[in-house]
C-alpha cells in the first residue's frame, strides 16, 4: 500500500466552536481515523469531508491512505492499518469475513443506480456494425478487470448473457486490468472491454471504442462499492457514528452536485485535486457513480451476487449477510442529519 497521506487536522475556529459540545480535552484532542481510498471517483465522499471541513465538524482527524488492490485493503483493514475503507462487496471480501476477519459492511460507496453506469461494455470502433446484441460475443475477446477474482463485473456479465442462449465459456474471457483495457482496444488485441469511467468517456472521444451497454441498463442498482469499517473502528463505536454523519453529509454534497442542484465546478476542483482524473473537461462528459444520500445498500441484490459466486466455485458456501452488513451507523447518522430530499 502507498502511503500516500492526506492529513486534515481540525481547523482553530472548530475545535473552539467544539469545546461548548464536546468538553475542552476532547475539542483538543482529535480522534484519528485513518482511511484507505483508490483515489477514484467513488471516493469522492472521503475528499469532499476533508476539503470541506465534514470531518472537523465532527472532532476527527481523518488521514486518507491511498490503496492499490482489494488485497492490500483487507491486509490493513484486518491489521489495523486502517480504520475504514471503500472497496467492493466480492467474493474476496466475503471468504476473509467467513474466515473470521472483523469487517462491516457500513455503507453504499457506489452502485449503478439508474443513470449511473459508470462501468460499461465497450466495442471497438471497426466491430460497432457486428456486434449489437449479446449474442454476438460468441467468440469475441472480452476483456474484464479481475475475471477469476470474484468481481462484481463477472456477475453483471452473467446477466447480460442470461438470456443470449451462450455462456461465459462461449466467450474467449481474458484478465486485463483498466489501462490495458483500454490499450488493447487501442492496439486490436481486445474486441469488447469492461471499463470504469473515466476510461469508457477517453476510449470514446478518441475513437478507439464505443459504448455498447452501460451497467445500469444491465443491472440495476448493483453494489459495485461499500464502505467498509475495520475492527480499529468498530472497538471505537462513537467514532465510527461521528465518522458517518461527515461521510452522508459529504454524500448528500455530491449527490446534489451531479444531479445538478447546486453549482458542480466546487466538487469538479475538489475531484481534480484528489483523484486519477486531473482534467476537468472529463468530468462534463462521464458517467459518476451512484452514491446514496442515506448510505442505503443494495443489500437483496448483494445475496444475489454472493449466490452466483458460490455457483461459480468462489466461495465454498454461502455467508449470513445479515452478519456482515451493520445499517447502524448509517441510520445513527440519517437521524443527525434529517432524511435526504
Known amino acids: 500500500m502507498k502511503k500516500v497521506v492526506l492529513r486534515f487536522a481540525p481547523k482553530l475556529v472548530l475545535l473552539l466552536a467544539g469545546i461548548g459540545v464536546l468538553g475542552i480535552d476532547s475539542a483538543w484532542s482529535a480522534d484519528k481515523v485513518r482511511v484507505g481510498a483508490y483515489a477514484s471517483i467513488a471516493d469522492a465522499p472521503f475528499y469532499i469531508a476533508l476539503d470541506k471541513g465534514f470531518f472537523a465538524e465532527q472532532n476527527l482527524d481523518v488521514q486518507v491512505e491511498q490503496v492499490d488492490s482489494g488485497a492490500a485493503m483487507m491486509t490493513e483493514l484486518a491489521s489495523g492499518g486502517l480504520d475504514a475503507s471503500g ?25 449503478s443506480s439508474p443513470g449511473h453506469g459508470y462501468f460499461a461494455f465497450v466495442v471497438r470502433e471497426d466491430l460497432t456494425d457486428k456486434i449489437k446484441a449479446p449474442a454476438d460475443l ?21 446477466h447480460l448473457l442470461a438470456s443470449s442462449g451462450i455462456k461465459e465459456s462461449d466467450i474467449n474471457l481474458i484478465n486485463m486490468n483498466f489501462g490495458d483495457v483500454a490499450a488493447g482496444l487501442g492496439t486490436k488485441n481486445v474486441e469488447v472491454g469492461v471499463l470504469i469511467e ?3 468517456s477517453q476510449v470514446q472521444a478518441q475513437g478507439i471504442a464505443t459504448v455498447w451497454r452501460r451497467v445500469d441498463t444491465i443491472y440495476p442498482n448493483q453494489q459495485y462499492g461499500a464502505l467498509l469499517y475495520g475492527p480499529g473502528i468498530i472497538k471505537r463505536p462513537d467514532v465510527a457514528k461521528r465518522f458517518m454523519v461527515a461521510y452522508l453529509k459529504a454524500a448528500r454534497y ?19 485535486r484528489h483523484t486519477s482524473v486531473k482534467n476537468p473537461t472529463v468530468y462534463k462528459t462521464m458517467a459518476f457513480p451512484g452514491i446514496n444520500p442515506n448510505g442505503t445498500l443494495n443489500v437483496p441484490g448483494m445475496k444475489e451476487d454472493m449466490l452466483w459466486w458460490v455457483s461459480a466455485g468462489y466461495m465454498k458456501q454461502p455467508v449470513d449477510i445479515s452478519k456482515i452488513v451493520d445499517t447502524s451507523y448509517a441510520e445513527y447518522a440519517v437521524k443527525k442529519l434529517g432524511a435526504y430530499k
Not at 471468504?95 to 472483523?102: L, M
Open 138 to 158: 460468441k467468440g469475441r475477446v472480452l476483456a474484464l478487470t479481475g475475471f477469476k477474482d470474484g468481481v462484481s463485473s463477472e456477475v453483471t456479465l452473467h
Open 87 to 111: 472497496g467492493p462487496p466480492s467474493a474476496g471480501v466475503y471468504n476473509a469475513i467467513r474466515q473470521g476477519i472483523d469487517f462491516k459492511i457500513v455503507a453504499d460507496k457506489g452502485s
Open 198 to 200: 473515466p476510461l469508457v
Open 254 to 272: 455530491y449527490t446534489d452536485a451531479i444531479d445538478n442542484k447546486i453549482p458542480r465546478d466546487e466538487l469538479v476542483s475538489i475531484l481534480t
